[in-house]
Every structure is written in structure tokens, then in C-alpha cells.
DNA sequence: GGCTAAGCTATTGTTGAACAATCCCACAAG
DNA sequence: CTTGTGGGATTGTTCAACAATAGCTTAGCC
């Protein structure tokens, strides 16, 4: 059945290559970092919603870890912005107000835009998933999964920024889309939140087939700021 | 001698405002904290250079922490890119190659090129925060202090990003700064490393002044390649 | 009544020791 | 020269302990 090959020795096909690839797919760095996976996952989807109280007791004999294990699952979320700690008090998870939200749609802005210049040089793969995402987005729409659609809203965003191919530009993207859905939290319904923007997604990636950037820059920035804005406001309300 | 105010009373000298600022330099979260500072201290000073391991033993006991406190610290730094965590085999200082220098770059031209975007719309003292980062590399240079020129070179840098008025551009921009220090420390002098571009920082901020915003981009955009490539050159001298 | 002060309790910050799991190295065997 | 095989060191994780702190409760006072 197998056929006689030297893995030692350097071959046409890189399967060697192919599997170093998938090395960080097995060599998880263990229980700290799973429990902070498992601890991000819940802050997303509201099951710890922000203010919360993460008790080192509480927590760690729910999940079956020590509390030393626990704390440094907390360092990592500390970084992530997913949680503060305050000294001697403990570790919340993270309360935004609007000055953070205002923020973060501001380096989106910068990322994103970043994204939207290397359109013109970018991989057709990366275009693809693009598009993908758009679609994606509105055939959830039409089956009325508005979670979905929040999600491939994302997926689109973070494919635009992913047009400027590089690793570092890409994890903190993923890091600030982490942070603002604590802030989606605060929303009444996520079809309110995302149903509005499904069209202007469609249009940056029309724009961007037709090689106009500059008009789908603009799209991109009234996006921005009219998201921004309703979900400042949304929390201004809710915290009154 | 000290005056009869009312600390609890509203006064027109916001001095509590001003204390709370100074909050965070005091109660600094612990000990994990501010054994994190130490070691980025000395990773970008070189006294822990690329490639070394940090042994928990080993670290601990010059410390004066333990073991837990120590991989608390550990987690903070793998964050923050400036170690790596492999499985069962410990942390490592950080190595870079010539793609991680390229992809920093790369994310310095987005950050800085936002950054000078809104130069047109930036505070008065943030701009003058630019021209006394420039002067004062220009000052270092005259007195022939070169590690100086590079502290200052990069507060120029980050003082350019800091025109946006993000307060998490300015972080990311501070972060992706300590990360490059791995790859200064690859460059044989601090003197070729930043007597090239002192000129060209005068020429920025003198564009910026003039309100040529895009012949500022321009230099700039310069100013990157030629940096990123120079350093990418020395490391694969020094690599092979 | 409302305010201040002292004390109690629960939680966090940090340490030290323990044990299993894993890796690295040296060495022997084929 | 490659393939097992120990042995020793280091990491991963837990547990138990203690000091320090925050927050609540209660007592005392004007």
C-alpha cells in the first residue's frame, strides 16, 4: 500500500512543509490556554456578560483547574482586553463606554482602509473569501440567522483587512473584533445591529471588483462611523 | 504651610483629576507585573539576546519569585510577542527573521500613515510632542550619544502615530516598537542603524509643518523601506 | 438619624512543595 | 548510521498555606 519514500530526503512534493503547517494544531500549550479559549468563548456569547465577577474559587472548581492554572488564563484575557483586573479585587469582565467603541472603530478604520489600498495587489484567494463572506452573509439573511449574519459581517471585515496579507495586521484585528463584541452585547437584537449594513458590504466588494477604491473607501467609512454611532448610542440609553 | 482645602470638594485646579492619573504608576497590579517589566526591560536592552531560555529555576531564584509568579509574568510576555512558549520545553526569547521585520514594517506604514493623516486635525501639543522628538535625536547626535539618537528616533515614531489620538493605536504602536528592539539588537551599531534617517525625521516634521501632508507620506514611505530593508540585510548576514 | 471607627470574613496575592509528564542527552545495540 | 533505552533535568499542574487587602457588619458617637 505505502509507497517507498525517504521523508529524510528533500522531495518534489513539500509534505514535510504541508505538515510543519499543522504542527500548531496539535502542541496546544495546555490547560492555561484552553481555559482562557473556553473563558473568551463565554464572554462572546453573554453567558459572562460585562461586570461580571470571574471568582478564582468559583471558576476553577467549575472548570477543574487550579487557581494558579486559572490566573494565568487571566493574564491572557488581561491583554486581550476581555477582562480588567484590579488588585486585590479581582478580575471583571470588560465594561466598554463609548469613548472605547469610538476608539476601537477608529483603528478599524486605519485597518481596514490598510486593507481596502492593497485590494488592487492582493491574492485572488483573499478576494474570494471576500466575496464568500458577503454571500455568506446574505443567504443568512434570507433564512433569517441574524447571529450568522453578525458573524459573516465580521468574517467580511476581517477578509478586507486580510487583503493586506500580513499576519500581524490580521491577529489584531481578531483581537479588536473580540473587544467589540462586548460592546455588541449591549444591543437589543442583532438584526437591528447588522441587517442595515448587509448592502454596503455587497457594494465595497462591487466597488472593489470595478477597481474604484476611493469609492468604495468612502462606502467603507460611512459604515463605520453609522455603526459607530448606533451602538454609542444604544449604549448611552442602556446605561441610563 | 499646607493650605485648609477640601479634597472632596470640587476646585478649579483639578489636582485629584491629575492624581488619578499618576493611579496606575503606583498600584501597579504585583509582583507578576512588575517581574514582566524587568524581563522586557532586559530583552531590549540585550542583556537576555534572542534565542535564550528562560529557565523558571533559574529566573526564579534571581528574581526572588516563585515559580507560579514567574510563568505569570511568562504569559504577559508571550503576549506581547517579546518570548516564545513551547510545549514542555520552556520560553524562549524571541527570535526574529526577515519576514517578522518585513511584517512590522509593514504595520508601522499603516499606523504611521494614519497617524500622519491627521496631522492636519492633531493638537497642538501632540505636533510640538513631534518636533521636540526630532530635536532632541538631532541634540543625541551632536553629542555623539547613539543609543540616545534611537530611543529618540522611535519616539518620533510613536509621537507620529500619536496624532491619531487612539490611545489603543498608541499601545499597539508601543508594543510593535518593543518587538523590533529584538531585531535592533541583530544590527552591529546603533550608529548605522540611525544616523541615516535623522535627516529625513527633520524632513517629516518640517512637510507636516508646511502642511504637505503627502510629501511627508512620501519620505516616509521611504523612510520605512529603506530601514526595514537595511535591517533584513544585516540579519541574514548575520543569520548565515 | 446619620456618620465614623473598629472588627470580622471572604477573597486575592504569593509562596513552597509535591508529583506526573515530557524532553534532552548519552549510550548501547542492531 | 540509524534505532531503542535509560537517566536526569525541566516543565505542567495541583494543593495547601499564609499575609494582605477589600468590603461588610456592628458598635459607638454626635
Known sequence: M???????RPSADDTLGRLAADRDLLGRSGTAQRVAEVLRDRIADGALPPGTRLSEQALGAALGVSRNTLREAFRTLVDGRLVVHEMNRGVFVRMLDPDDVTDIYAVRRALEDTGLRAAATATPERLAALHAAVTGGEAAAGAGDWPEVGTADLRFHRALVALAGSPRLDEYMTRLIAELRLAFLAMPSARALHEPFLRRNRRIVDL?????????????????????????????????
Chains 1, 2 share one sequence.
Do not use: F, P
Open 2 to 8: 505505502g509507497q517507498d519514500v525517504d521523508l529524510a
Open 208 to 240: 472593489i471588483a470595478a477597481g474604484d477604491t476611493a469609492g468604495a473607501a468612502l462606502v467603507l467609512e460611512r459604515y463605520l462611523d453609522d455603526a459607530c454611532e448606533m451602538i454609542c448610542t444604544a449604549m448611552r440609553m442602556d446605561g441610563a
